[in-house]
């Protein structure tokens, strides 16, 4: 189509991305545990969280970087225990994802998380795999489970993960790498990742969030990372942004929560313009959206609030999304068909 878009008001604009169907490629599902979710669950299965009411859960929410968060996000996670939390959990999440007019949602699941409190791998991934089933189902949303290893865990127990994931392949599409990213480069996991693309499992790996620009090209060389989540201290090396626009390699950015975890200190100076303006293959994303503020949708209408971002951009941030997907390519242009619909109408 052509591109444009210079007659459209910044309302307009705001109404139109609201509307357009776009793709979460980055979203934990733990992270999308509301406070008040979190405190129906611990009462029913009699786990009690560290703060006295949802109000104080969030009040917490004041991050001075990645681990602050995790810390958080992982005693929260304390409270899912049965199928059925799993399953209220994902529905809770798609349901708000329709209402985004997200067509396609490939989301994290953290089974560690879960398995070194007891909890069988079958519990989580039955409950979330019930929930993607039905949001198919009855909401018309497209969604898919990517196993992530957390990576201040050891190798070892990737692959233990990955040994007990085995029954449940048909689940999953593909792997992540997630967690603290200091001090623990990608290629402390090189081997696993082999071993899952061997199976045919896509790859994906959080990189250049809190690590350098090397641990980028880390993901990219050891793991076979065909996304980098985050991704936005590229610019801190001219010849690693030149290889991510060369390859089309996507970067899956999160503004709010790099402004939450201290990335950047203020939504107007988070560097989406420039990753753009460098030609790299961003598309925006909510991350743990519980956490941070607001879901896909709320950070497109924040950053063009607070950032030099055209009607232009944003139809390439959300193409981006639709084509960085692993949806089929008939999907992708189905999506993409879309997409030019609501902005022809614009
Ligand atoms: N787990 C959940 N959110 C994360 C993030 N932003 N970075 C690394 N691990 C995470
Ligand atoms: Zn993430």
């Given at each position: 189509m052509p591109h444009d878009f210079s007659h459209i008001s910044a309302a307009r604009l705001t109404a139109l991305v609201a509307a357009a169907p776009k793709a979460e490629l980055h979203l934990h599902i733990e992270g999308t545990l509301e406070p008040e979710l979190a405190f129906e669950i611990g009462r029913r299965n009699g786990v009690a969280l560290p703060f006295p009411d949802p109000a104080a859960m969030r009040r917490a929410y004041a991050f001075t970087d990645l681990q602050s968060f995790l810390d958080i996000y992982y005693a929260a996670a304390a409270v899912l225990l049965h199928e059925q939390d799993?399953?209220?959990?994902?529905?809770?999440?798609?349901?708000?994802?329709?209402?985004?007019?997200?067509?396609?949602?490939?989301?994290?699941?953290?089974?560690?998380?879960?398995?070194?409190?007891?909890?069988p791998f079958?519990?989580?991934?039955?409950?979330?795999?019930?929930?993607?089933?039905?949001?198919?189902?009855?909401?018309?949303?497209?969604?898919?489970?990517?196993?992530?290893?957390?990576?201040?865990?050891?190798?070892?127990?990737?692959?233990?993960?990955?040994?007990?994931?085995?029954?449940?392949?048909?689940?999953?599409?593909?792997?992540?790498?997630?967690?603290?990213?200091?001090?623990?480069p990608p290629e402390k996991f090189t081997g696993v990742f082999a071993k899952c693309r061997a199976l045919g499992l896509h790859a994906v790996a959080h990189?250049?969030?809190?690590?350098?620009?090397?641990?980028?090209?880390?993901?990219?060389?050891?793991?076979?990372?065909?996304?980098?989540?985050?991704?936005?201290?590229?610019?801190?090396?001219?010849?690693?942004?030149?290889?991510?626009?060369?390859?089309?390699?996507?970067?899956?950015?999160?503004?709010?929560?790099?402004?939450k975890l201290r990335v950047f200190d203020r939504l107007a100076d988070h560097n989406l313009p420039r990753l753009l303006a460098a030609g790299l293959r961003a598309s925006l994303h909510s991350d743990d959206p519980a956490y941070f503020g607001g879901s896909v949708?709320?950070?497109?209408?924040?950053?063009?609030?607070?950032?030099?971002?055209?009607?232009?951009d944003a139809y390439t941030l959300l193409r981006n999304s639709l084509e960085s997907s692993f949806l089929e390519p008939s999907e992708v242009i189905r999506?993409?068909?879309?997409?030019?619909?609501v902005f022809a109408a614009g």
């Open positions: 799993f399953f209220d959990l994902a529905w809770a999440y798609l349901v708000k994802a329709a209402a985004d007019n997200v067509a396609r949602a490939e989301i994290f699941f953290d089974p560690q998380t879960h398995t070194a409190r007891g909890v079958e519990t989580v991934v039955r409950g979330l795999a019930r929930a993607v089933e039905r949001a198919r189902a009855e909401l018309g949303v497209s969604a898919a489970l990517i196993m992530c290893f957390l990576r201040h865990l050891s190798e070892r127990e990737a692959f233990e993960t990955l040994e007990r994931s085995e029954p449940y392949r048909e689940h999953f599409i593909g792997v992540g790498l997630d967690s603290g990213e200091r001090g623990n990189a250049g969030e809190e690590g350098p620009p090397a641990s980028i090209t880390g993901a990219l060389d050891a793991l076979g990372a065909e996304r980098i989540d985050h991704g936005v201290r590229c610019l801190e090396d001219p010849a690693v942004v030149a290889r991510l626009v060369r390859d089309r390699i996507p970067l899956t950015v999160c503004p709010f929560s790099n402004v949708n709320d950070n497109y209408r924040g950053s063009l609030a607070a950032l030099p971002l055209t009607a232009a999506h993409v068909t879309r997409l030019d619909e």
